[in-house]
């Protein structure tokens, strides 16, 4: 590798790591917003039409498979948002789709500032 090849390899691994993480971390948090409001027995998710039922790992499982489904595509349907979790959902949707947006531009930033 020349070094700005290395530097270019070195810079797309760690915004990489850095993407990863920080999808992660959102994921946790949003899953965790929909399970506490679950919990408090305030649906903010429905399954085909019904409320959530099962107990604390089935929903937190729902919770996650939700928020994956919200955050990297647009969803198979068969969980709706519904109440505060259409506003929950619409601001986790938007940083789902900016966030690859700003990874991008970070990079070309980065690789340009290498070439200068």
Aim: hydrophobic share 50%; glycine share 8%.
């Amino acid at each position: 590798f020349s070094p700005i090849e290395a530097g270019l390899q070195k810079i797309s691994i760690s915004h990489f790591l850095w993407l990863v993480l920080l999808y992660g971390t959102i994921c946790i948090g949003f899953a965790s917003i929909y399970l506490l409001f679950e919990m408090k027995d305030t649906n903010v998710i429905l399954h085909h039409g019904l409320q959530l039922s099962g107990d604390f790992f089935r929903k937190m499982e729902t919770s996650f498979y939700f928020i994956a489904m919200t955050m990297f595509s647009v969803g198979y349907g068969e969980l709706i948002p519904i109440g505060p979790g259409r506003l929950i959902a619409t601001i986790q949707a938007f940083l789902g789709y900016t966030l690859p947006a700003a990874f991008v531009v970070r990079t070309v930033i980065d690789i340009e500032q290498i070439h200068k």
